[in-house]
């Protein structure tokens, strides 16, 4: 017996960013937006756990237990009493090392995959603590659609989004680690004061009325600067995409994917070729949003 799960990735819209806690996290005011490109994590019975990974970029996937899908059958097994003995197999369409959260959404389906196929009945809130635990950005992947993630980005609210959001993603050749990201803003912003981060009121406004004008002139990310400084080309392919006509262009999370806001799926299209014309990074791809959390396929 197998079980499917399909997980979205995510951009953020907003990602305030507080200065570094003693504990090395930092607080977050994290907008997030599920979006149309999706893993999906298969889960078979197995003699041991092992976890196998197909796709454009699955050569740079993990297959060790530091793999956030292996990471949580063994959260979720340690805390049944039970083995974690499954195959794992991860159908890869996120980029990876992106900062569009797709380790995240290979640990939130593989928890919501284990979870249907060994019967364990798991709350929601026993998931979302066992996602918490696993990393911050890993709630998000189960809920979907738009949230204010708080505390280090793990603490969510739902959010309500009056329309569909077109985005273009322009995935860079490289990646980028999270903690360096994290560690270079707080080098850029050391002997500054750092404000506390807050949600844009404007920006949940626009999400609400699904505006896509308002939403652009709303959007920000503080790891922006330092996401650029430690991989300037990124400026290129920003400028490349606001000249072919997207309504914002940002860094997605910590990077090095850059994400375009555009009007509608017209304007995805021409942004999309204009960004692959311009040389300026590996590969694009057009994705709308909100788009649901983890979802059980079929089994
Ligand atoms: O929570 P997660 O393991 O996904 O975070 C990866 C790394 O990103 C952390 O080790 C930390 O360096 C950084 N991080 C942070 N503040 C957050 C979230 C992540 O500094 N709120």
Redesign the pocket.
Known sequence: MSVTVRVPAKVNVQLAVGAARPD???D?ANVFLAVGLYDEVTVTEADALRVTCAGPDAHQVPLDRTNLAARAAVALAERHGRSPDVHLHIAKDIPVAGGMAGGSADGAGALLACDALWGTGASRDELLDICAEL???VPFSLVGGAALGTG??EKLTPLEVGGTFHWVFAMADGGLS??AV?REFDRLGEGTDIPEPVASPDLLDALAKGDPEALAAAVSNDLQPAALSLFPALADTLAAGRAAGALTALVSGSGPTTAFLVRDAESAAKVAAELRASGTCRTVRTASGPAPGATVLGG
């Open positions: 090395g996290y930092h977050l990393g911050s950005d280090r980005g999270t903690p994290f």
